[in-house]
């Protein structure tokens, strides 16, 4: 099992990124992805998680409006994508795959985003 | 819904077992069993250690245990090891909209 993000990206205020996640090693549709943020020397922010069955998004209080779980079946790939990006989005973004609907096994390496 | 509460830091000598406290209320920690915990070295992504409140993932050291009473889970880590250094991070499912709480984290420091 392997999740592999895209790489860092520095982006101007007001500016969208997209970040994306790719599964291998098993039945992508099978377990659902949340999204973590870290930002720089805090703790660990559960952004949301995307049903990969159905591909129906939940956001976390604090992560609706700005914020945009999608996937695309064809390549095993999850994404967020953060509109109107400001300072305060500077931050490790982590994909990771919710195990018996209660727990994360395995987690992408982290995508560093840098609002500046 | 707030972060779980965990002390900030935890220091242990070689050899010795420290507890890290996980406190949270009955809406949450004490009313559901689906507590994680997390281990992370610096620059690295986070590593499951414990979920289910006490069980452990194949292949994690028997080192680690968990434990849960009332609102407050505990990771305990016995036989503490240099390796062992990093921050620690407990979360909580639950049913509610939020779902997934974190913890505050706590930076165990090997003496």
């Known amino acids: 099992v392997q999740l592999v993000q895209s790489g860092s990206e520095l982006k101007k205020p007001g500016a969208s990124v997209k970040v994306s996640c790719k599964a291998s090693?098993?039945?992508?549709?099978?377990?659902?992805l949340s999204w973590v943020r870290q930002a720089p020397g805090q703790g660990l922010e559960w952004m949301g998680w995307?049903?990969?069955?159905?591909?129906?998004?939940t956001y976390a209080r604090g992560f609706t409006g700005r914020f945009v779980f999608s996937l695309d079946h064809s390549v095993n790939t999850a994404y967020v994508q953060i509109n109107s990006l400001r300072a305060d989005d500077t931050a490790v973004y982590y994909c990771?795959?919710?195990?018996?609907?209660?727990?994360?096994?395995?987690w992408g390496q982290g995508t560093l985003v840098t609002v500046s | 819904q707030s972060a779980l509460t965990q002390p900030a830091s935890v220091p242990g000598s070689p050899g010795q077992s420290i507890t890290i406290a996980c406190t949270g209320t009955?809406?949450?920690?004490?009313?559901?069993?689906?507590v994680s915990w997390y281990q992370q070295h610096p620059g690295k992504a986070p590593k499951l250690i414990i979920y289910?409140?006490?069980n452990r993932p194949s292949g994690v050291s028997n080192r680690f245990s968990g434990s849960k009473s009332g609102n407050t889970a505990s990771l305990t880590i016995s036989g503490l090891q240099a390796e062992d250094e990093a921050d620690y991070y407990c979360?909580?499912?639950?049913?509610?909209?939020?779902?997934?709480?974190f913890g505050t984290g706590t930076k165990v420091t090997v003496l």
């Open positions: 979360s909580i499912y639950t049913s509610s909209n939020t779902f997934h709480v």
């Open positions: 090693g098993y039945t992508f549709s099978a377990y659902g």
């Open positions: 995307i049903n990969t069955n159905t591909g129906s998004p």
């Open positions: 289910g409140v006490v």
């Open positions: 990771a795959r919710q195990w018996l609907g209660q727990t994360y096994d395995y």
């Open positions: 009955s809406s949450d920690v004490g009313g559901y069993d689906y």
